[in-house]
């Protein structure tokens, strides 16, 4: 088996040992004769598994009662949609922090529905920088207040939640979740699409404060309402099982690899590596201000742009793959989520010395 270090942006790297347990346990789970594919989702078998994630998760996270948990489809851009449609009343204000390509799809898919107010603009920046709290322009009313806490492009991240918000705080921490501790108490909504830091593609999390959810939605279709979500313990309609159940997977790893507090100190521990190999040489540059660098995703440039495919081409070569930076940006993006060990980083920053000493 070979298997490469994977520094994709999303669907993103799984851990192996997870892998490795599906894999086992996939022809005949739980004594079934089946695959956990073939059964039903209303099935005691697959309902101690739903039962058994949702606990994990909220034990990692440290999610109250207050707060309904949903396993959606979907992804984020869904609940760019949903989170207007469910959380907002048409005239209604709703507030938004714009920090690079994610927080200008949720404002472009929101201003379809609602008088969108964009607090501040990291733009002046080029993005590489956050708008300093002091100067954002916050309605005194707005229904709710959006940010994107890790921009995934862009590689900029918002290292706490902000401060004197008094709408309830909605977060697309679809990059970000899971990275580290966070205090869900200071949200009213957090969601994430599951294929960077969570488990596959197809699978939305939701976490949303209940009280939130008691607004009339009763013009909206039931699968748009977030209330009937909740009300039915997502399974309104067919929920993807396959990836409820390995996003429980990954939550037992992540419990068994000391939680959120140990999984942020190596997260933090890996990204600081690797800043501080970009910083040290003149051939690498990273154009993020250092106060708001993303722990999860880090863009890089080359010295000379033109040596791009040969570094990609030899990266891959030595095991290291999906270093493209994204279309809109170029240059390179190594995407280090939770399940890329301190071990890739060390191998990436190898072959970074190298190349430069070849190349520089
Ligand atoms: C990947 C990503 C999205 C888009 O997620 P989908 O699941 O493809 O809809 C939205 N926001 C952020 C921050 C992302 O990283």
Redesign the pocket.
């Known amino acids: 088996m070979a298997r490469v270090w994977n520094f994709s942006a999303?669907p993103a790297a799984l851990p192996l040992e997870v892998l490795e347990q599906a894999r086992s346990e996939l022809p005949d789970w739980d004594g079934s004769g089946m695959s956990i594919m073939e059964i039903s989702h209303r099935s005691k078998s697959f309902l101690r598994v739903a039962e058994r994630a949702e606990a994990d998760l909220r034990e990692l996270m440290g999610i109250g009662d207050e707060f309904a948990v949903l396993f959606l489809q979907g992804?984020?851009?869904l609940q760019f949609a949903l989170v207007p449609m469910n959380l907002s009343s048409p005239g209604d204000k709703v507030d938004y922090l714009v920090t690079g390509s994610?927080s200008k799809k949720a404002v472009k898919e929101a201003g379809v529905l609602r008088s969108v107010h964009v607090v501040a603009d990291g733009a002046a920046s080029s993005y590489t920088d956050v708008p300093d709290r002091s100067a954002w322009h916050l309605s005194s009313d707005a229904a709710y207040f959006h940010y994107?806490p890790?921009?995934?492009i862009g590689g900029v991240e918002i290292h706490a939640p902000p401060e004197a918000v008094r709408a309830p705080i909605v977060a697309?921490m679809?990059?970000t979740i899971l990275s580290r501790p966070v205090d869900v108490s200071r949200f009213g909504m957090i969601y994430a699409?599951a294929?960077?830091n969570i488990g596959p593609a197809g699978l939305?999390l939701v976490i949303v404060r209940r009280e939130l959810l008691e607004r009339d939605t009763s013009h909206l279709p039931a699968i748009l309402r977030l209330s009937a979500h909740a009300k039915e313990g997502s399974m309104l309609n067919t929920p993807p099982t396959f990836a409820w159940y390995i996003a429980g997977l990954v939550f037992a790893w992540l419990k068994r690899q000391g939680g959120l507090a140990a999984i942020g100190a190596a997260n933090q521990r890996k990204a600081e590596l690797l800043y501080k190999a970009i910083d040290s040489s003149p051939f690498y540059q990273n154009p993020v201000a250092p106060s708001c660098r993303s722990w999860m995703n880090i863009p890089f440039t080359l010295a000379h742009p033109e040596l791009d495919v040969e570094f990609l081409r030899l990266a891959a070569d030595a095991g290291l793959t999906n270093l493209k930076g994204h279309r809109s940006v170029g240059g390179m993006r190594a995407s280090i989520y939770n399940a890329v060990p301190e071990d890739a980083v060390h191998a990436l920053i190898d072959f970074m010395g190298d190349f430069e000493r070849k190349h520089g």
């Open positions: 999303g992804g984020a851009t994610w994107t890790n921009e995934t697309d679809s990059s699409g294929q960077k939305t």
